[in-house]
């Protein structure tokens, strides 16, 4: 098949539908099912775990697990995009990454406590897949798009992730809530039904619906990994593979991509504009990632449900409220920025962020959960959309975009790090993740004075 054309509907649209495919990981995975589904796994009041030698709050653990997972991605990525660029195949990378993560998922179906270390293993092997793919996917859209398309083409791609992720979610959570529909068995003992003692037989009854929900969430991480793996085909077939350079990767190109970062950011430093708004992003980015990565872990933990099942279904309607009003927040976004320029609407969208940050510190019923949800849902898609689409047109006159991607891609997962470090720190230390969610208020208030101090081009950006 012939490469489609820059800028072809086809091409874009391939590009996009990505997102529909990838997506279920971050709404099911990171941020809905797994972490319910993690909680459930600790049965008492004080959840803590023993792991690596030491004894955490489930919570830390996790989160620092997740950090350093980012670290890892964030050491490796320049350098893969590095043979990525010399050997001229990008894709086979992002497949690469695409099917680990698929894989991932797949063995999170066998996560137990028991086995926490393997366990902890088939998580990192997802969010490694799902990060490190990204890298990939995001280079791709300056060779796809032209200036003018990247914006709305940018968005297309969040709003049908969240569709797609949306639409996965439903079912999984008619799995988990309605287990028996799907031929997970609820059933008790005979002689404890006949044994008239009604209250033993409500308490085994719920532990039996809690059994069979518990096994239809591991069902659910199986879909999730399938769903990746056979949506992204359509996307790897219509992406461009690359140039190829008819060279073999060697040791004395393996740190090739390293070299390109240091030249990015020599680059830089003649470029004002881009420089002081990767600083901005750092910054704002670092309180976004962490927030999205531990909303359902803070829900769990701080607000007050009714019980188990009301948690669930709590927890879960909340993420749909999220991606539901996304697509709304990721249009309206991009409306904004064709109307006010990028960096007054990332400006205007820090400020909800910050002020969410100082509301989420009070919430305690489940109906500010919700509110608090349907703001984030708001903002959530328009600050990832919008900040991918302004970096994509900062950059300099150059073929070479997947190194300053690459550059982006760093900076972002490097800030995913300390602020994951710093929450799981503040969680560990003082108990609560009230505080820590608190302390990402100073995270936002700095990147709007950041992006305060971003030059203005020739066109308002």
Aim: net charge neutral; glycine share 8%.
């Amino acid at each position: 098949m012939s490469e489609l054309k820059k800028g072809s509907k086809k091409l874009l649209n391939a590009w996009a539908f990505y997102d529909w495919a990838n997506s279920v990981y971050t709404l099911t995975i990171a941020s809905s099912i797994f972490p319910i589904f993690y909680s459930a796994l600790f049965i008492s009041e004080i959840k803590t775990v023993s792991a690596f030698g030491f004894e955490f709050k489930s919570t830390a653990l996790i989160t620092f697990v997740t950090a350093f997972t980012f670290l890892v991605v964030a050491l490796t990525s320049p350098i893969l995009s590095g043979i990525a660029d010399y050997v001229g195949n990008k894709k086979a990378f992002m497949k690469f990454f695409c099917y680990l993560g698929s894989l991932g998922c797949i063995g999170l179906y066998w996560f137990n406590l028991e086995h926490i270390h393997v366990s902890l293993l088939f998580y990192f092997m997802g969010l490694i897949g799902y990060w490190g793919s990204l890298v990939f996917y995001n280079s791709y859209l300056p060779d796809i798009a032209f200036e003018e398309q990247q914006d709305r083409i940018s968005a297309k791609g969040f709003a049908w992730g969240y569709i797609g992720s949306v639409l996965l979610l439903i079912l999984n959570l008619a799995m988990v809530m309605k287990p028996e529909w799907f031929g997970f068995e609820i059933s008790i003992s005979e002689a404890l039904l006949n044994s008239g003692n009604e209250s033993a037989v409500n308490q085994a009854l719920e532990a039996a619906k809690n059994n069979a929900s518990i096994k239809a969430m591991r069902v659910s991480f199986v879909t999730v990994g399938v769903w990746w793996a056979l949506f992204s085909q359509y996307s790897f077939y219509y992406l461009p593979k690359g140039v190829s350079s008819g060279n073999k990767v060697t040791r004395a190109i393996i740190f090739n991509g390293i070299r390109e970062l240091k030249q990015v950011w020599v680059q830089l430093k003649s470029n004002l504009r881009l420089k002081r708004y990767l600083y901005a992003f750092f910054v704002f980015s670092m309180a976004v990632q962490t927030i999205m990565l531990v909303a359902v872990y803070f829900g769990e933990e701080e607000i007050n449900w009714g019980g188990d099942s009301e948690k669930t279904v709590g927890l879960i309607g909340s993420i749909l409220i999220i991606q539901l009003i996304a697509v709304l927040g990721a249009y309206l976004t991009s409306l904004a920025s064709e109307k006010f320029g990028n960096i007054k609407t990332l400006i205007g969208i820090n400020m909800i962020w910050m002020a969410t940050c100082f509301y989420a510190y009070f919430m305690f019923t489940p109906t500010q959960f919700y509110i608090a949800a349907g703001v984030v849902g708001f903002v959530m898609g328009g600050i990832q959309s919008l900040a991918r689409s302004t970096y994509s047109k900062f950059l300099p006159e150059t073929e070479d975009t997947t190194s300053y991607f690459s550059f982006y891609d760093v900076a972002e997962k490097v800030g995913i790090v300390i602020g994951m470090v710093i929450f799981a720190s503040i969680d560990q230390i003082t108990g609560t993740m009230r505080n820590a969610i608190l302390f990402l208020f100073i995270f936002f208030l700095l990147g709007i004075v950041m992006l305060l101090r971003v030059p203005k081009g020739s066109a308002e950006v």
